[in-house]
């Protein structure tokens, strides 16, 4: 009869006992872990978790750039359900927000008053108020008053501060003309027809100038005083007229201008600096997400603008009406081009500079000038690409190296302004390098140039 080797007891046995099945499970995990690995990211890092884990924090990283491109929403713990019903309202009614600053006027609530700032048992009579539907019915302005408003703002750069002032005087500040009564619009339009506000002066590109200067040194001293003043809310000093920028000047105590000339970078920075607080924001979005570009410029078509004009150019209430829309959620939703579907036609203008002049031309005709892949609809990029792929753009000879070397030889003989000034009369295509070009706009260059 064979023995049997009696199982150790005691303290010394039960450690044999977990030793054992300890390598067993370690000889498992190791097991797995080789099987899996196909299934996770291709490092030399040892172990399943330390493999899953760079896996995973590239996705999480992932998800929060996702979630960083998305419109930040204001909750109920940052504003108050009765402020967050009052935005939502603002949204679902346009005569809302008009009802709203009539009220806010009554219980004394200052015009330009932050909702942040309001006391919350205002706003609460203010929603019991409109829940009982004792507040009036308000005729907002039409379609074609608006329209006749955006024509004659583009056409008259005194308007907006005749229509600023106007709206703080008998508006309780809005100058939305979208959320303004259709009487109140009309009174102002037909008053501005008539001639009645008068002529003014604007601040010239000097006295502006000077106020920049001064905002370059140091302080507040322009914000300060434009919050403090009854009329216009805009930190662009052309905005103002001139006899207004020259009152701030004659202040005592600014700081003194250095006089000297501002660096390109400076002059930039300058400007955005003078932009309303609605346009600084909307030149933060375009930095924020990528849909926001394509979003503007649908917006400027529908209201009437050029889709090209520069955001110092566009009139303050359509940026305001813009910034308000995207803070309500109320601009569309746009499929932006994915990540493959950008570098597939990175992929393409990289191998052939003609697709990147077809696209060019594309983006001027079908989008709005916009030529970054990424700020592009998914489906304008795909149609570029199928047109493509089907041989619908005719074929172009672009530049050779020969044709570039002549061009860069007329540059450094004259000056690079020469091409610039040749290539901008052509509103086609942005690239200053010659190979980017067709070699007949090229030799028509050079023709010009006597080369």
């Known amino acids: 009869m064979a023995r049997t080797r009696p199982r150790p007891c005691g303290p010394m046995g039960h450690l044999r006992r977990t030793a054992v099945a300890a390598a067993a499970i370690c000889l498992f995990w190791r097991e797995l872990s080789l099987r899996l690995q196909p299934l996770f990211c291709n490092t030399s890092v040892r172990g399943l978790t330390a493999r899953a884990a760079p896996c995973w924090e590239g996705r999480k990283v992932a998800i929060e750039m996702r979630g960083s491109q998305k419109r930040k929403e204001m909750t109920p713990e940052q504003y108050g359900a009765d ?46 108020i409109h829940s009982k539907g004792a507040l009036d019915h308000v005729e907002l302005a039409s379609p074609d008053a608006l329209s006749k408003f955006s024509k004659l703002q583009k056409g008259d750069k005194a308007f907006s501060w005749h229509w600023e002032n106007f709206c703080a005087q008998k508006a309780y500040g809005v100058a939305l003309p979208q959320k303004l009564p259709a009487g109140l619009l009309q009174e102002f339009l037909d008053a501005f027809e008539a001639g009645s506000f008068g002529d003014v002066e604007m601040a010239s590109d000097e006295l502006a100038a000077r106020v920049t200067a001064i905002r370059k040194a140091g302080g507040n001293h322009w914000e300060t005083w434009v919050s403090e003043q009854a009329l216009g809310n805009s930190l662009d000093p052309k905005r103002w007229t001139s006899e207004a920028v020259r009152a701030f000047l004659s202040q005592p105590g600014l700081p003194e201008a250095d006089g000297e000339p501002l660096s390109k970078a400076e002059s930039k920075a300058a400007r955005r600096d003078s932009y309303s607080s609605e346009k600084q924001q909307l030149v933060r979005l375009f930095g924020e997400e990528l849909a926001i570009t394509w979003q503007w410029k649908e917006f400027c078509t529908g209201q009437g603008t050029s889709a090209s004009a520069k955001v110092a150019d566009v009139p303050e209430s359509i940026v305001q009406q813009f910034v308000e829309m995207h803070s309500n959620g109320e601009l569309p939703e746009v499929e932006m081009a994915t990540t493959e579907l950008v570098a597939k036609l990175d992929a393409l203008r990289q191998e052939d500079y003609a697709a990147t002049w077809h696209f060019e031309n594309f983006c001027v005709d079908k989008a709005m000038g916009v030529r970054d892949p990424k700020r592009l609809p998914a489906a304008t990029v795909e149609e570029f690409l199928s047109l493509y792929e089907a041989g619908s753009f005719p074929l172009v000879e672009m530049a050779s190296d020969e044709l570039a070397a002549q061009v860069d030889a007329v540059i450094k003989a004259k000056t690079i302004g020469v091409w610039q000034t040749f290539l901008s009369r052509l509103q086609l295509g942005n690239s200053w390098s010659a190979k980017r070009w067709p070699a007949e706009t090229v030799r028509r260059f050079l023709k010009e140039h006597g080369a």
Do not use: C, T, Y
């Open 83 to 128: 402020k967050q019903q009052l935005l939502n309202l603002f949204k679902l009614e346009n005569e809302s927000f008009w009802h709203w600053k009539q009220f806010s006027s009554e219980q004394g609530i200052a015009m330009k008053e932050k909702l942040k700032d309001v006391p919350e048992d205002a706003v609460r009579k203010f929603l019991d």
